[in-house]
């Protein structure tokens, strides 16, 4: 299974970003294997619809699970309706959320935001 978390650089040190649409990277963790492996994040960058470009890139990168501290309403209608499991994060620290996860102890992410439009 590949889990996909935002995170702030290419390092799993450096933690989870608390942004999704404009998270520099994106993690990849493949809970059998336990390899890693970090792409840019298409949305980051973009001047509008970060969020749709960056539940499209979970799609692409074939992400099972997103494990995430909040997400927008547009990331969120992308990646759910291509039937991707969403999760929240309890802290920022990488490690310790794969672990939860794996261990069945975090929660399907319920509470989804509109996002952050023309706020930067």
């Known amino acids: ?3 996909l978390l935002p995170t702030n650089d290419k390092k799993i040190e450096d933690g989870i970003c608390p942004s999704f649409g404009r998270a520099p990277y994106f993690m990849l963790f493949n809970t059998e294997t336990k390899q ?3 792409v840019g994040n298409p949305g980051a ?3 509008g619809g970060a969020g749709i470009i960056a539940g499209q ?3 692409d990168l074939k992400a099972d699970m997103v494990l995430v501290p909040r997400l927008g309403k547009n990331s969120a209608d ?3 309706k291509a039937e991707i ?3 929240k994060s309890i802290s920022d620290d990488i490690m310790e959320n794969i672990e939860l996860f794996i261990s069945g102890k975090l929660e399907s992410l319920t509470n989804i ?3 952050f ?3 930067g």
């Open 57 to 59: 890139a979970v799609i």
């Open 85 to 87: 499991e969403i999760y």
């Open 45 to 47: 960058e973009s001047a």
């Open 78 to 80: 992308v990646i759910k």
């Open 117 to 119: 439009h023309s706020h």
């Open 36 to 38: 890693v492996e970090f």
């Open 113 to 115: 935001h509109p996002g």
């Open 1 to 3: 299974m590949i889990l």
